[in-house]
Nanobody, 126 residues
């Protein structure tokens, strides 16, 4: 069973940085390195949206246009962990951030992911 646990959220001023972590704390038959990983976010009253995704090895990454150049996704398969480094944060980045895992592809679609964490709140003040 994949059990994703996010951490690292908090309150930060505009222009600041945060680093989110997501660890698979469950015991699975498959290695963490077999799962494509992604970050999504959901602001109050809005739909969940894609932020970033990473390939199995970590060599290839994908970003939403709104975060490109400011956010970096990475993974450490030995630690069963995926990260999201967020720099130059803006008030519009305020949301609950979720990590997600899937065996098939690094998709931008919410519906493609089978496993989700509980989310971590990121609040950016102006």
């Amino acid at each position: 069973q994949v059990q994703l646990v996010e951490s690292g959220g908090g309150l930060v001023q505009a222009g600041g940085s945060l680093k989110l972590s997501c660890v698979n704390s469950g015991r699975t038959f498959r290695s963490f390195s077999e799962y494509y990983m992604a970050w999504f976010r959901q602001a109050l009253g809005k739909e969940r949206e894609f932020v970033a995704a990473v390939s199995l090895s970590g060599d290839t990454t994908y970003y939403a246009d709104s975060v490109k150049g400011r956010f970096t996704i990475s993974r450490d398969n030995a630690k069963n962990t995926v990260y999201l480094q967020m720099n130059s944060l803006k008030p519009e980045d305020t949301a609950v951030y979720y990590c997600a895992a899937d065996l098939t592809a690094a998709s931008k679609l919410v519906s493609r992911y089978d496993y989700w964490g509980q989310g971590t709140q990121v609040t950016v003040s102006s």
